[in-house]
């Protein structure tokens, strides 16, 4: 099992596979290296390297849950980086990934050859936060993997038409782990309790300079078609302001595409060809 230290010393795991262009692999807010197990049967020809951030995943639970943050998460990064003799990366971030994505590009440009962000931007469809706050850090209902499969199948079915039952039973097991007493989450339940004071604090950081930092890169950014997390409005503003960004809408898809559309396939494999 792959590991480094992060500056704080919590021990994080991480996997390194392949051989060839390196592309650094950020999974959602909630979730694991598994986020890319979609993916990955395409692209045997690069070095995919995806992590778990602090306590998500394998890796430490962090003693202070306010650490649980973008910034910190993106310093987590680059000690990866570091701890792999890599000096750029192109970076695939999922959602939560994609705003650590963006952070890099703020402070450590000079890491990233070129981003893809898949369903995320500068903006976050209030109704999309309403709907991660609902299950975020808590128990699911569920008791078993079979159960949770059939719960997400229910809740984001209509958004995902067409996805077969075996990967929705392949998501909940990347989500879930099976105990003797049901279900625990794959993740430290205090990442609730970080969302909620980042909530408390004050009013959301306006994102889009750390947007605008992505200018000068190559960047491919992915919508689902049917996402409550990135508008179709908000794209709309990225591509205006990043005249250079490769935009595509994958269609029958939410939050977040799951990376081995053809759609989705094309664009990621469009950015590293340019980032190569």
Request: aromatic share 6%; net charge negative; glycine share 8%.
């Amino acid at each position: 099992m792959a590991r480094f230290i992060a500056q704080d010393g919590l021990s994080l795991h991480f996997e390194d596979t392949g051989s060839g262009q390196p592309l650094l692999c950020l999974p959602g807010l909630t979730r694991n290296t598994r986020d890319f197990d979609f993916v990955a049967p395409h692209m045997t020809q690069y070095r995919m390297i995806a992590m778990d951030y602090r306590g998500r995943g394998q890796s430490d639970h962090a003693p202070d849950f306010s650490t649980y943050n973008v910034p910190q998460e993106a310093q987590d990064a680059i000690a990866l980086l570091d701890h792999l003799g890599l000096d750029k990366v192109t970076v695939l971030g999922t959602s939560r990934g994609g705003l650590i994505a963006m952070a890099l590009a703020a402070g450590h440009a000079d890491r990233l050859a070129g981003v893809i962000l898949n369903d995320v931007g500068p903006e976050i469809a209030p109704g999309g936060i309403a709907r991660i706050m609902e299950h975020v850090g808590r128990e699911p209902a569920a008791r078993t993997l079979d159960e949770a499969s059939k719960t997400l199948a229910a809740a984001l079915g209509p958004q995902f038409p067409g996805v077969a039952d075996a990967v929705w039973t392949q998501m909940a097991a990347a989500q879930y782990e099976q105990s003797d007493t049901g279900l625990t989450l794959r993740y430290d339940p205090h990442l609730r309790d970080a969302l909620l004071a980042q909530i408390q604090a004050g009013p959301t950081a306006d994102l889009w300079p750390l947007f605008d930092a992505l200018r000068p890169l190559r960047v491919g950014v992915l919508r689902g078609a049917n996402s409550d997390i990135l508008s179709s409005e908000t794209l709309a503003r990225m591509q205006a302001r990043h005249p250079g960004l490769i935009a595509t809408t994958v269609p029958d898809r939410g939050h977040v595409p799951l990376l081995d559309e053809p759609a989705s396939l094309d664009l990621i494999h469009r950015i590293l060809k340019d980032t190569a």
